[in-house]
């Protein structure tokens, strides 16, 4: 008997490499270099791990209240799970379920493609201009006329649409206007805007809501909260989007969430005070490396998230990208079309980006 016939086989998103050496300087995963608020490792101190025998409330209530009250919006807008890849698979399942096809862009986050195969959603990825913009054109149009959308694309129609603002692993913005025409023209679908890196110096969606029901609004703490450890993703919506997406919740897992994510995580968000500090400090260091980057020869789009995704007219990605790995100096590298040039270099602190600049200056004399 043939058992693996009934298999459901996918290929799995690859995540960035989290080595077991020390003294390296790890620039590969988009980590924060600040640990999380103070009243964090406070409450960690405290904690109470008798309390770990009971399940942990389903509401996620502590959490919800405290996204709520930060955002200044009612908590039937708010929707939590384990990290924003959560969240985001339980919209896959939730919200694409036609034979439309989802659009999303061919680069950018590598799971999107991978949730689609896995639940079989017929999707399709629209190419990113030269530039690795978005052209607003590509995600309009398809019941009326004027847009890029071919005479077959019209007639195949749209199932939905998720854009990662910033995108992945480009950096790249696009502005709140364009996004908002997207999501007019589309009423009649879902929207996801992934915002894991919205807090670098881009503009939310999250206004939008209000608007527009059809609008999923994602953000996570794994970034600008220095949380990637906990897993804590989020979401906004309109009342009517996040009891859809509880109800799938609830129907794949009652307890996604575990006691320490939902009390920290409340923790971490009260504290304006930190994140500003901490986000500040990345967001200067970028744009001091954008300088230095510049000046030995990198080229690359603006970012508005605490990464880089630059190339070297020079020198290939990969030469780049082992040369500083013999030096314990980690980037991200993916081997694959239009992008293989070039690299992805999270925000560490001053003292670990003047070191990749030292290193950079060195390999580069090399030429």
Known sequence: MNWEANVRKVVPYTPGEQPKIKNIIKLNTNENPYPPAPAVAERIKETDVSDYRKYPDPTCSVLVDAIADYYN????????????????????????????????PDITYSFYDVWAQLYRIPYRQVPLKDDFTIDVDDYTGYGAGGSKASDEQKKEGCGGIVIANPNAPTGVFLGLSAIEKIVADNRDVVVIVDEAYVDFGAESALPLINKYDNLLVVQTFSKSRSMAGMRIGYAFGSEKLIKYLSDVKFSFNSYTMNMPSLELGALAIADKEYFEETRNKIIATRERTKVKLKELGFEFADSKTNFIFVKHPQRSGKEIFDALRQ?????????????????????????????????????????
């Open 73 to 104: 919006v009612d908590k039937k807008n708010v929707f939590v799970g384990v990290g924003s890849d959560d969240v985001l698979a339980m919209a896959f399942l939730a919200f694409f379920n036609s034979e439309k096809p989802v659009l999303f």
């Open 327 to 367: 030096r314990n100096i980690i980037v991200r590298r993916w081997d694959i079309e239009r992008i293989s040039e070039y690299l992805r270099i999270s925000i560490g602190t001053d003292e670990e980006m003047d070191q990749l600049i030292k290193a950079l200056k060195e390999e580069l004399k090399k030429c």
